[in-house]
């Protein structure tokens, strides 16, 4: 952790020292309502999906605006919002291993929780450490679309829901349907196609499940890039989109459909120039351990005609208009390639409305891994 805040509440924009995370207050909360006009009247839940922003101050806005809670992908993620206020949290992967299921079932006493399940065995499990701590989990069966982990859709879901059904300390849930790879593929039609597979993986999923006398009344799933096809769907009806709230480059780069919402870009790294020895090229003090490039490089906000070229541990080399290069000690804007691990590099949200920072958030859950 710094020493020093980037900048306090009240500070000049241009007196936020670099690199730090910024967030614009203004195309955020229009990104939140957008969402929430998407979804009204729709008969679809949204389910925000709190390890985009790891930052509870987002998290309780989101349920202000409609969310009926949150998702995570950590146990230690969700004693961070609980400890903020968050009554309402679903682990979205599985729970294996007596320490993490411990605390799973600790955590269940101070709010309503699901996890996810895609096998027998951690299953039973956490039914025993429920019953022996008096407390109540919703499970909900993951079904595999060709992502990482799930049981295959149809009868086996709908065997695993039966003997989460039977187990008195558990509740079956419903069931977690999420193609993780369809929210990032780049065309329209590509993105139809990956979920009109994964509906048919649910349908068939649902339909197994009602056939052996059991309620399935949650199907969830759904991303920033794909949720107003699961909307659409008839099958679908919550919603755990994350990203819509930030934006990153990464799903600017997908091409939209006539139909698809305009989700702005709220959040930003903002970097110094700290040397400009090349005519073409400047070198910034946002690097590897500024933004994540796991997604590709950043983009350079408002200069579509400079490029990040490379970044090494603390320096970033930009590759700028020759006849107009930036200044040595200027301040730029990164959008960052993947909003979701550059959260987690950081200790503060540095928030802004206009050119004035307006709060300064803590990015409580960073580090949450366990």
């Not at 709230?245 to 700290?274: I, S």
């Not at 200069?303 to 020759?322: F, M, Q």
Request: charged residues 20%; glycine residues 8%.
């Amino acid at each position: 952790m710094s020493p020093w805040s980037a900048a306090r509440p009240g500070d000049p924009l241009s007196a936020v020292d670099t690199p730090a995370l910024l967030l614009d207050l203004d195309a955020f909360e229009r990104n939140l309502q957008r969402m929430a006009t998407a979804l009204a009247g729709s008969g679809v839940r949204l389910r925000a999906h709190a390890k985009s922003h790891k930052t509870p101050e987002i998290a309780l806005r989101q349920v202000a605006m409609g969310a009926v809670g949150i998702c995570c992908q950590k146990v230690s993620e969700a004693a961070v919002f609980i400890e903020a206020g968050i009554r309402d949290i679903l682990v979205t992967n599985e729970v294996v291993g007596r320490v993490k299921i411990e605390r799973l079932v600790g955590l269940a006493g101070k709010a309503r929780i699901g996890v996810l399940a895609d096998s027998a065995a951690p299953v039973a499990e956490l039914a025993r450490a429920a019953a022996a701590a008096g407390v109540a989990i919703d499970v909900y069966v993951e079904v595999d679309v060709g992502r990482r982990c799930g049981i295959a859709p149809g009868e086996p879901a709908a065997q695993l829901a039966a003997q989460i059904a039977s187990l008195a300390p558990l509740r079956f849930a419903g069931l977690h349907v999420y193609h993780g790879p369809a929210q990032h593929l780049r065309s329209v039609a590509e993105r139809t196609a990956a979920i009109s597979f994964a509906t048919d993986c649910a349908r068939v999923s649902r339909d197994a499940v009602l056939a052996r006398g059991l309620r399935c009344d949650t199907i969830t799933g759904a991303g920033t890039g794909t949720f107003l096809l699961e909307r659409d769907s008839g099958i679908y009806n919550e919603v755990q989109a994350g990203s819509y709230a930030l934006m990153d480059r990464d799903y600017a780069d997908n091409q939209r459909g006539p139909d698809d919402l305009g989700f702005e870009h709220a959040l930003f790294v903002r970097t110094m120039v700290m040397s400009v020895s090349g005519g073409s090229r400047a070198v910034v003090d946002a690097g590897l351990k500024a933004s994540s490039l796991d997604s590709g490089m950043p983009a350079v906000w408002q200069r579509p005609n400079w490029r990040y070229l490379k970044a090494s541990d603390e320096h970033g080399v930009i590759e700028v208009t020759a006849s107009a290069p930036p200044a040595l000690g200027e301040a730029l804007m990164l959008i960052p390639g993947h909003c979701d691990p550059t959260m987690n590099l950081y200790d503060e949200l540095i928030c802004f409305r206009g050119d004035r920072v307006e709060a300064v958030w803590p990015i409580a859950a960073r580090g949450a891994l366990l």
